[in-house]
Every structure is written in structure tokens, then in C-alpha cells.
């Protein structure tokens, strides 16, 4: 506790010098944004119209080089003397952790946005959580109608450790890292509702979406990004649990509301218990996994990570990049009997789905994962151009 307040502390008063940006034609609003890119030689920010921007180049290094000691919230893994890692038996690596010698190689003209997720942080926000406990014996055909006022929630304009805020900001550095002169857009879920990864024409605007823990999207988010993929862009996903359960966007009251999954439904007059995941079906064939708890242990296990929240393999066109051989012994877990939980590719019509199969927060600083994690964007991201 002592070691996570005073990284806050911290964070907050060497990061979040916070500022106000006119928001651009793709928005209405205005959002509090952090100087994390400003100084950035070459640097170029697409749709500033939620997120974070801006902050001097010194910052972002630190945060690279001191990946042994920021403590990240979340059970992460801590980073090891191992140097080798592979992909797959056909993919070839670019680099070993101690040898970066990849900085630059990162097609100049790649247009990447991160995506923060702002809805599910909301979820978290003292609002859904405290009604699924208090409702926790409620079983099926039961209707609610009292403390509904909690499936509501003021979306957070704030990084959330439960919805990869720091994770996003160590990332957005770490690509600015390894590619100097790429485009990099910071959005929240409400630019994707909207469809700012478009241009007018329906074309993709990004090459490449990074997505990290969206959990908690919109019908019209989960549609745009299947619509992005669709379009030929590659969507990478850190983090198990997405697209778990489906939200409506206020726009005009910057809220969201609980629609379907996390087991329960709402009308906005009562509350009842229904499905898990939202979309499992449609996911899995176009996002290739689907989500799973429980996990006992990974053989393999080149980051030392715990298990959290993690996805697995769900659709036989998934190409297999890294198995962490996963065992499921059924305990405490949604799913009953073995389940492949491995970092992957699936191609879906003109575009690709990356997915880790982790949840990556926990190991974003973990020196192995971070090298990983830059051979895979170097190796697949950068053909997006191709």
C-alpha cells in the first residue's frame, strides 16, 4: 500500500501537468490531458480530443529505464535475466531484450492509436462493482429495482490502475521508444463510440489500434472496431476480459449505463440476471478468444506472470505465436476442462487481430514482456503498411 500511494504520488506530480485542449472537429468536448509528448522529436498526434498528449522526452525515458522499480499497480511480474524468447516455430526474431537495435525501424508514415479505457474505468468507478456484491445471491428471474442508480457512472477523465491507465501511459512511451517518427493518436472509448478512427470516407484513419482493458464498450464501439479490422487495420488487445459486457454513452451527460453481460441486464427500471459475456459468440469469430478465469498455472512462462484475466483460444484460424500452456483445473474458473492460452494472429476479412492472451498490465514493465511486446509491433504492426 505504502509502495502504491507513493507511486502515485509521484505519477501525479511528474506527469499529470494538466491542461486544457480545444478538441477538434471529431469532438465536442474537452478533457483534461497530460503533457506526455509535446517535446517529442517528430512526433505527431492524431484526434487530441480525449486523451492524453505532451510531456518532455526526459520523462518518457525514465519511465523505459527504471522498468525494475516503478511499481505498476496489479500483481505484475518482475523482470528477469532471460535474454531469448521466440514467436512461433516460423516466426524469426528481431531482437533479444539486451539488444535493442531495432529504435527506428518502424515505418515512419504508421499511424497507431492507443485507446484508454474510459468506460470501463467508469464501470470501477464506486458505481457497478458495489451492485454486483450487494446483488450477489440475486438468482435468475428475479427482477431488481432498487440502488439501479449504481449501473450508472460518470465517465473518468483520469488514468485508472483498473483500467490499464498506467499500462497505456508506460506504452505510449515505450513506442515512442522504438518508433521516433510515428503518428501516435491517444483516444478513449468515447472517440471510438463515436468514430473518430474513421475518416469521412469510411476509411481507416489509424493503421493500427492498441487496445487494452475494454471491458466494458459500447454496441457502436464493438461494431467500429470489428468495421476497423474489417477495413484491412490490425487491432492488437493487451489485456484479458475484453468485450465482456456492453454499455450505452450519454454523450451529453459524459456517462455511461449497464446494458448486458457481467450476468445481468438492464432496462433502466430493473435489473436482472442474464448473460456473461456480451458478445461470445461474434468474438470469437472475428476476435478468435474469449475470456477465462481460473487459471491454475503457465509452464511456460517467460515473463513470471500470475494469472489474472486472461483469454483463450477460441476460433481454429487462430495462428499460435506463444502457448504459455496453460492449466485449468476447473476451480474457480468459467470454463470447465484444458483451455490454450496463448498470444496469437487471427486474420478477419481484409485486417488482423493481436492478441496477448495476458493481462498485460500486470507485466508492462517486466524488461522480458517489454522487448516481446516491441518485436511483436515491429514484426506485425509495421506490415500494416504493406
Do not use: C
Request: hydrophobic content about 35%; proline content about 3%; charged content about 15%.
Amino acid at each position: 500500500m505504502i509502495i502504491f500511494v507513493l507511486f502515485t504520488f509521484l505519477f501525479t506530480n511528474s506527469i499529470f501537468a494538466i491542461s486544457e485542449v480545444q478538441a477538434t472537429a471529431n469532438s465536442s468536448h474537452k478533457y483534461p490531458v497530460t503533457t506526455i509528448l509535446d517535446s517529442m522529436t517528430n512526433n505527431s498526434v492524431l484526434n487530441r480530443s480525449s486523451m492524453f498528449v505532451g510531456s518532455p522526452l526526459s520523462i518518457t525515458k525514465e519511465l523505459r529505464n527504471t522498468n525494475e522499480s516503478i511499481p505498476i499497480p496489479g500483481n505484475e511480474g518482475q523482470a528477469t535475466d532471460k535474454n531469448d524468447y521466440v514467436f512461433s516455430e516460423n516466426k524469426s526474431e528481431i531482437s533479444t531484450p539486451g539488444n535493442n537495435s531495432h529504435t527506428g525501424e518502424f515505418g515512419k508514415k504508421v499511424k497507431i492509436a492507443l485507446v484508454m479505457p474510459t468506460f470501463t474505468a467508469a464501470a470501477y468507478d464506486k458505481s457497478f462493482y458495489l451492485f454486483y456484491n450487494k446483488y450477489i445471491d440475486v438468482t435468475t428471474g428475479v427482477n431488481v429495482t432498487t440502488d439501479l442508480n449504481l449501473l450508472s457512472s460518470k465517465v473518468t477523465k483520469e488514468p485508472s490502475s483498473s483500467a490499464s491507465g498506467f499500462a497505456m501511459l508506460y506504452l505510449l512511451g515505450n513506442l515512442k521508444w522504438i518508433s521516433p517518427e510515428s503518428h501516435i493518436g491517444f483516444l478513449g472509448d468515447q472517440d471510438i463510440d463515436r468514430g473518430s478512427i474513421f475518416r469521412s470516407n469510411g476509411s481507416n484513419m489509424y493503421d493500427v489500434i492498441i487496445l487494452g482493458h475494454q471491458e466494458y464498450v459500447t454496441q457502436k464501439e464493438y461494431e467500429n472496431l470489428k468495421q476497423f479490422v474489417s477495413n484491412g487495420g490490425t487491432m492488437i488487445i493487451l489485456d484479458g476480459n475484453v468485450f465482456y459486457a456492453e454499455v450505452k454513452y450519454h454523450s451529453n451527460k459524459d456517462t455511461i449505463t449497464l446494458v448486458k453481460g457481467h450476468s445481468w441486464a438492464f432496462n433502466g427500471k430493473s435489473a436482472w440476471r442474464s448473460v456473461n459475456e456480451r458478445w461470445q459468440n461474434e468474438t470469437a469469430q472475428w476476435v478468435g478468444s474469449n475470456y477465462i478465469s481460473g487459471i491454475a498455472k503457465f509452464s511456460n512462462n517467460p515473463f513470471d506472470y500470475l494469472p489474472h484475466e486472461e483469454q483463450y483460444i477460441t476460433n481454429p484460424n487462430d495462428i499460435i505465436l506463444l502457448n504459455y500452456n496453460a492449466t485449468n483445473t476447473g476451480l474457480h474458473s468459467n470454463k470447465i476442462g484444458s483451455a490454450v492460452v496463448a498470444t496469437y494472429e487471427l486474420n478477419y476479412q481484409k485486417g488482423r487481430v493481436i492478441a496477448l492472451g495476458l493481462y498485460s498490465d500486470d507485466i508492462i514493465i517486466n524488461g522480458t514482456f517489454d522487448r516481446y511486446f516491441d518485436n511483436l509491433i515491429l514484426q506485425y504492426a509495421m506490415h500494416s503498411k504493406d
